[in-house]
């Protein structure tokens, strides 16, 4: 069955620092996508990044970009040089290629400190 | 363009009344999704449609919910006889397919409060 886990419940990092956001996640199909979403505190949930299991680079997005490690099965968030304005919720998520469920994990809410 | 609209942003409501909460996604997304977020919980899925196919309802925590999409476009998510634990934000996403790499677009979701 499919599970994401995110183990970190509260970060803080210091303005303009970098963070490492976990997530680990299970699957037995060879073939998914992984996301991350931030979700401020008005509530909207806004895409961020996508990797695809078959690609060879990591994805990068601006600040973020995804530190993928299949064969352990981790898809970590990197910030880099936070801001005051990434303090939010972040869920890490995967859907399996071919299907439309999206598993979300408990998400990690980050803190930017000025 | 418009991005997902869900409306109202905000309903209070009466333990035992029925609710609507409609969610109208961006123009030509094929896919549409209703997830509920419990305060300081991660999403639970609902509810999927794509195009015309018959939605999977594998999500929907109770035969109080149903949701129907009309003319492969607006849907509507609808909670009857409404209970306190039915308290949560909904949120309704939509994308152009429903591929592993599709993204979805989320709106910004529906805040019930059952009293």
């Known amino acids: 069955a499919q599970k994401i886990t995110q183990t970190q419940p509260g970060m803080f990092v210091q303005e303009k620092e970098a963070v490492t956001l976990d997530c680990t996640y299970d699957?037995?199909?060879?073939?998914?996508?992984l996301f991350w979403y931030k979700q401020p505190s008005s509530g909207e949930m806004i895409f961020l990044i996508y990797?695809?299991?078959?690609?060879?680079q990591n994805a990068t997005e601006g600040r973020y970009s995804l530190n993928f490690q299949k064969a352990r099965k981790s898809a970590n968030l990197v910030i880099s040089a936070s801001q005051l304005g990434d303090s939010a919720m972040y869920f890490c998520a995967m859907r399996e290629t071919g299907g439309f469920k999206t598993i979300f994990g408990a998400g990690t809410r980050l803190f930017v400190k000025a | 363009g418009a991005g997902v609209s869900q409306s109202p942003s905000n309903k209070v409501t009466e333990k035992g009344k029925d609710v609507e909460l409609r969610c109208d996604p961006i123009?030509?997304?094929?896919?549409l999704y209703w997830y509920r977020q419990s305060l300081g919980q991660g999403l639970e899925f609902l509810i999927y449609f794509q195009g015309n196919s018959a939605p999977d309802k594998s999500g929907l925590p109770s035969d109080r919910f149903s949701a129907e999409r009309t003319g492969g476009s607006v849907s509507t998510l609808t909670i009857q006889r409404t209970q306190q634990e039915d308290s949560a934000v909904y949120l309704c996403?939509?994308?152009f397919g429903s591929g592993g790499q599709e993204t979805q677009y989320f709106g910004p979701g529906t805040r019930l409060l059952v009293l």
């Open positions: 990797q695809g299991s078959y690609d060879q």
């Open positions: 699957t037995s199909d060879p073939s998914y996508g």
């Open positions: 123009s030509g997304h094929t896919a």
């Open positions: 996403a939509s994308s």
